[in-house]
């Protein structure tokens, strides 16, 4: 099997008190643009540790991943781009005003979500689903012995039910 490269992308959905966690850009292309905090996995890390670790550089709030809430998937100029959006329980709620990357953040309801100019409508999309229909794919560990472990995030919902489909 030969390796493909992709542009994965993380964003952590904390809702806390029936608001959720927001940032805004501080430079680039969505400079002043609101959104979940994001960011990059880098070599030598999961997914997982990727998405704690972007919300602690642009929050410092300490969190602990719940399970996983969207996969959006696109190309990127002809590569495979892929962005896991992960339900995450804050363990720490008092937030930065800002840092290099974010030049504020905040905890919003979701009547003030349209009140915001938004990253992306995607980023729009899973606050509001956030704030009012959050559904979560939990991990499952330990399915395959291995040496490093890995998470499968499985849906609850049986779909041949729903649908007549073959599973």
């Known amino acids: 099997m030969g390796r493909l ?7 952590a959905r904390v809702v806390h008190d ?11 292309r969505y400079l002043g643009c609101w959104g979940l905090p ?10 997982e540790q990727a998405v704690l670790r972007e919300l602690v550089e642009e929050t410092e ?23 896991l959006c992960y339900d995450v329980s804050g363990k720490t709620t008092t ?8 030049s504020a953040a905040g905890w919003y309801s979701l009547t003030e979500l349209n009140q915001l100019a938004w990253v ?10 956030g704030l009012s229909q959050r559904k979560t794919m939990e991990a499952t560990n330990g399915l ?7 998470a499968v995030y499985r849906s609850n919902r049986n779909l041949a039910a729903n649908t007549g489909a073959p599973l």
């Open 18 to 28: 029936n608001k959720i966690l927001l940032v805004q850009e501080a430079r680039g």
């Open 38 to 47: 994001k960011g990059h996995v880098e070599t030598g890390e999961s997914p």
């Open 61 to 83: 709030v300490e969190g602990v991943v719940l399970g996983l809430a969207a996969v959006r998937t696109a190309l990127k100029k002809e590569d495979p781009a892929v962005f």
């Open 5 to 11: 490269m992709c542009d994965l992308g993380v964003a």
């Open 120 to 129: 992306s409508e995607t980023m729009q999309q899973l606050a509001i689903d």
């Open 144 to 150: 395959t012995l291995r040496n490093t472990p890995y």
């Open 95 to 102: 937030i930065i005003d800002q840092s290099e990357e974010i």
